[in-house]
């Protein structure tokens, strides 16, 4: 294959790749958004970061007050009782948020960095942890997703965008703190 048929081929499959990553949460860059206000301070230039919304769960409580008493009379003759009249009560239903809404940011891999090569180690480490068993095809496909999430979900991050910190954990990308060490 000749190497601008493969740059070709690079290009249009990261560009297939980048709606299945974003239409998950969001996406955000210091290089395209260096101003959005959710990036950290000190974020490096480059990198990415995703958003999750985490929703608020609301608790719903009805209470019932007795207004009247039901009213039952009974057969002299027989002993038999009969309701004459049903109880009445106010009925009031209240919610109330137990746990707010969220918003999650954490630091991710930039959707330009899913190179085929890339995607079929991840599909290996999510093999070898039990959490993928499709083939290694090298792209980001539903299956791929599921299994990010499911793994995501155990370190308490419900999302399918790939975390920087799950994809050092995989030992795909080198942990910051050992680049300083490499540097000394």
């Not at 959490?131 to 999302?159: E, H, I």
């Not at 795909?172 to 000394?184: A, N, S, V, W």
Request: with cysteine.
């Amino acid at each position: 294959m000749a190497p601008s048929s493969r740059k070709l081929i690079l290009l249009l499959s990261a560009l297939c790749m980048i709606p299945s990553l974003v239409s998950a949460g969001k996406v955000v860059s210091t290089l395209t958004d260096p101003d959005n206000p959710h990036l950290p301070k000190d974020a490096v230039p480059g990198s990415c970061y995703a958003q999750e919304i985490k929703p608020a769960v609301i608790e719903t409580i009805t209470a019932r007050t007795p207004i009247l008493p039901e009213r039952r009379a009974v057969d002299i003759k027989t002993g038999a009782t009969t309701v004459i009249r049903e109880a009445t009560f106010d009925v009031k239903v209240v919610q109330r948020i137990v746990t707010p809404r969220q918003e999650i940011w954490f630091e991710t891999i930039c959707p330009h960095l899913y190179t085929e090569r890339f995607v079929k180690s991840l599909q290996r480490a999510l093999r070898a942890r039990g959490f993928y068993s499709g083939v290694l095809t090298g792209w980001v496909d539903p299956q791929t997703n599921l299994a990010v999430k499911l793994y995501q979900r155990k370190l308490s991050l419900n999302s399918e965008i790939l975390a920087i910190s799950t994809v050092e954990e995989f030992g795909l990308i080198q942990h910051p703190d050992f680049k300083e060490l490499d540097k000394k």
